[in-house]
């Protein structure tokens, strides 16, 4: 799965340190930018995208043909507008559209497969890192990210508090709960229990475990929804029929949305990525990192902070926000964090919500 | 101190006008943040703010200024001692769970607070009560008794005894009737709204 699609490609010069104590030869990291970098280089913002996002934030993905994943909030005009300034966003090591991952062929011409390094919230940043010495950009004009991004911005300010004057969380978290890593282990065991997943070393055959990520993709979406969400989109209607059919078809349009989502989902996305990215966000806790004081993991930071949480969102709840805003306070930072009312959970980050885009927008400028 | 003219609230204003300039503010209950802005801008203050309600939170997002939502009655504890010059506490104390404890608060996370509260032992509050019968909804307290958020009562009194009784010295105190200032005499039954600055 590297990228047969266009996208700038940085490579890495140095082997990339990680985490494990192992380090990453000749890493490479595809991304996207949008808007002009300007002659003081001080208009930069990187994007840090989700779980199974990737660097086309603002164009069209070449596989799905959607628009961008957050289109509606990065473009000209747009809350971050890409007039002002230079949006940079890149697909993080790990993944599988054009940057260094799983599916990448390594020295001795095979792909990693499971041979590639496990990988952390912190390595992924330390790759963004080097794309930015790369660009030249010394100090960001923020980071952005939502989700597992947010857990980027967050290691972002707390290792290279220099590099960023603004830090902007979305629906986010500074460590993985268990509950977290209980909903990624669902996904994980359905992915190795699929016959065609072979211990990794799929890449060779023509079966993919598809099944087995399928059904990763259906458990953490629904992870991504709220109960008021999804009753208010399905209820309990059925799909295309008007009685039960007494059988395991997709009866319900529930159903039905999930398994589209799920086989979709394949289509897009490489199974093993999807095992690592995981890992590396179980493996999150900022504090740990700090000395067990997440307070400490901020101590250098001059950075402003803006953390945002929905109400509905049961995947990172407003109270994973407050512990970061506790932590900010403590140490004297600048912070502002809001609890935004919205249906939809999680993904409500994704989604129409005009007092997110004036959050963001009054934050960032 | 400039003799600029001020679109913030007299108590806001009369605030505004004595933090000195380039201190640390946190706003408790900051509302829209007009008091933040006019302090950062005006000042050059490093102001937070502090505020319950999620809708205002966003507004001062959205302007810049670093607002917390959260409930002074919990959130005061996650801050450390003397993280600030100033705490201000405007038209807040009344809807506090414990005045008292908060004023303890405010004089534990800054060296000096600023606190205005709606008087409620003015001639009109009083008068209503007195000839009336019934909890008085007055222009300074406009909303009836079952609904108001105000759940603690004061007076300019009440409070100079709460201070005595917190080892708090009153610096300043500053008084308004008709949105503007008054003298102190009388300021118990003439004052609408009290400000005092308060040390330790």
Request: proline share 4%; hydrophobic share 45%.
């Amino acid at each position: 799965m590297n990228a047969p699609f266009a996208s700038n490609l940085y490579a890495i010069p140095q082997a990339l340190p990680l985490d494990s104590g192992q380090a990453l030869e000749g890493a490479q990291l595809a991304y996207e930018t949008y808007g002009n970098l300007a002659a003081d280089k001080s208009n930069a913002i990187l994007i840090c995208h989700a779980l199974t996002g990737d660097q086309y934030v603002a164009s069209e993905h070449p596989i799905t043909g959607k628009p961008g994943w957050w289109e509606r909030m990065v473009g000209p005009g747009k809350p971050i507008d890409t007039d002002r300034y230079f949006v940079i966003c890149a697909n993080v090591i790990g993944s599988c559209m054009g940057s260094t991952g799983p599916a990448s062929i390594s020295s001795d011409g095979q792909p990693y497969a499971m041979r590639f390094p496990v990988i952390t919230i912190r390595d992924m940043v330390r790759g963004l890192v080097a794309l930015l010495d790369g660009l030249g950009v010394d100090r960001l004009h923020a980071v952005v990210g939502g989700s597992m991004g947010g857990m980027q911005a967050l290691s972002l300010a707390a290792n290279w508090p220099e590099r960023a004057a603004r830090v902007l969380v979305i629906a986010s978290t500074a460590r993985h709960s268990a509950q977290n890593i209980a909903f990624h282990e669902v996904g994980r065991q359905a992915i190795m229990a699929d016959p065609a997943w072979a211990d990794g070393d799929y890449y060779a055959s023509d079966a993919r475990p598809d099944n087995g990520l399928a059904v990763a993709r259906m458990a953490a979406h629904i992870t991504y929804l709220s109960e008021e969400g999804l009753t208010e989109k399905f209820g309990r209607r059925l799909q295309d029929r008007d009685a039960k059919s007494f059988g395991f078809d997709a009866d319900f349009q529930v159903e039905s949305y999930l398994r589209y989502q799920g086989s979709g989902f394949t289509q897009r996305f490489d199974a093993n990525s999807y095992l690592y990215i995981t890992r590396a966000m179980d493996y999150f806790d900022l504090a740990e990192e700090h000395g067990g004081k997440l307070a400490d993991a901020f101590a250098d930071s001059r950075a402003r902070f803006c953390l945002v949480s929905f109400d509905t969102d049961w995947l990172y709840p407003t109270a994973e926000s407050r512990h970061i805003v506790h932590a900010l306070n403590a140490t004297g930072a600048k912070v502002s964090f809001v609890e935004l009312s919205a249906p939809h959970g999680h993904d409500s980050f994704l989604l129409e919500h005009e007092q997110l885009d004036r959050v963001v927008k009054g934050f960032v400028e | 101190m400039t003799s600029r003219p001020s679109t913030l609230r007299p108590d806001l204003a009369a605030i505004a006008a004595h933090v000195a300039p380039g201190s640390r503010v946190l706003d408790i209950g900051c509302g829209d943040g007009a008091l933040m802005a006019e302090l950062e801008s005006e000042s050059r203050c490093d102001a937070r703010g502090m505020e319950l309600d999620g809708a205002l939170v966003e507004r001062c997002v959205a302007r810049g200024l670093s607002v917390v939502q959260g409930d002074a009655n919990v959130d005061l504890a996650d801050y450390p001692d003397k993280a600030f010059d100033f705490a201000v506490l405007s038209q807040t104390l009344q809807t506090a769970t414990r005045p008292d404890a908060m004023l303890d608060e405010l004089l534990r996370v800054a060296d000096k607070a600023f606190v205005s509260f709606p008087n409620f032992a003015h001639w009109r509050t009083r008068a209503a009560l007195m000839f009336g019968g019934r909890m008085p909804v007055t222009r300074a307290l406009p909303v009836s008794w079952y609904e108001t958020q105000n759940i603690h009562h004061v007076t300019v009194e009440d409070f100079r005894d709460l201070a005595r009784a917190k080892g708090a010295k009153i610096e300043r105190s500053w008084f308004f009737a008709n949105e503007r200032a008054i003298s102190p005499v009388g300021a118990n039954w003439r004052a609408e709204f009290a400000v005092f600055e308060l040390s330790r």
